[in-house]
């Protein structure tokens, strides 16, 4: 992606119907994809703050279809908020249109910009600092599941194809390995090695889905920690947010790449590995809340591959880190020399304390899943 200068940042900011007058403007957050900005404006009106976002057309190649799913997702979840006498206000993301009521402004050189009301008095996390906050994002993430069961997820665009299609991931891997364009390969020989090794874990939901032993349903496919907002007050889940890449998917994946990111011990970058495990206390307690929040909506066999999917969830992540680093980093945002393949250790020890906890994990699930009222 084009460096944001000063002038594509006003050139954007004026295409929007904000008002009063720009008081600050600063980059925002901690994402590895969009470059988000946060505005103030000084109006005595709901959109004194606001949240400002370049898409990545790099890998949201088709930014219509993004913000078409986005609307109509946000639309729906909008009258179910209402229907259970919530605040739509706060607990969606609500999309402020362009001058020319458009989702999204398209610049002369084609870049993409979409603005969100900024969600007041809320918080969200890189790690998890209080247990339960990391309750509280698997009630929210469940509780997307929940609303969005109804929702017919065919009529939604893929806006990334194949965005959890490990075996295919896991081709585009081989491949990188093999042009090896940056000559890195050298540098990951133990990484490498490690996911040929279980090369297993990346066919096995692709195998359950032509089996139609799983359902495709509407997914968030993204549900790290801070992509929830927590109110700050009450410490309550109150809004799923990053809604990119919400499209079919599997309730496992949800599950799971919020287990991979928030159970983690240690930040996802972290370098001294011996930080890094899964904590079974943090696991418990999101599957806790996961199914709590999707009240009985998921079949037997998909609360019963939660948690493959957290295993299947890190090991992409894992895969998608070291191929981007193979491929000389143009995918994910970074920050420091080697920062994918640091990215990528984290995500297979991840694996190998998972391959070790197994039988606890599934225990787990199964335990709660018998005690809850839902299930
Ligand atoms: P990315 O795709 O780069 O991760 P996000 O949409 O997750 O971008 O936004 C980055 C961060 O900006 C979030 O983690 C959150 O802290 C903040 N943010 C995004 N949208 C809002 C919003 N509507 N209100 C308040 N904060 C927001
Ligand atoms: C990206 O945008 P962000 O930072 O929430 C990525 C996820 C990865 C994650 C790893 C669209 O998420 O798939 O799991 O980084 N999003 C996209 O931290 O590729
Ligand atoms: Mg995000």
Redesign the pocket.
Known sequence: MKQVTEVKLEDAIASFRFQGSLVSCETYGS????DTYLLQFDAADRYKKVILQRINTD?FSNPGELMENIQKVTAYLRERIQENGGDPERETLNIIPTHEGKAYYESADKECWRAYQFIRNAASYDQVEKPEHFYESARSFGNFQYLLADYPAGTLHET?MG?HDTKARFQMFLKAVKEDIMGRACKAQDEIRFLLERKEISDCFSRLLSRKEIPLRVTH??T?L??IMLDKSTGKGICVI?L??VMPGLAMNDFG?SIR?GASTAA?DETDLDKVSCSMELYELYTRGFLEGCRGRLTPREVELLPMGAKVMTYE?GL?FLTDYLQGDT??KIHREHHNLERCRTQLTLVKDMEEKWETMQKIVKELSNNLEYN
């Open positions: 994402g590895h994809i969009n890998v990334i965005f496919n993204d790290k801070n992509n990053d990119d890449t790449d990111f996802e992540c998608r995918y994910f």
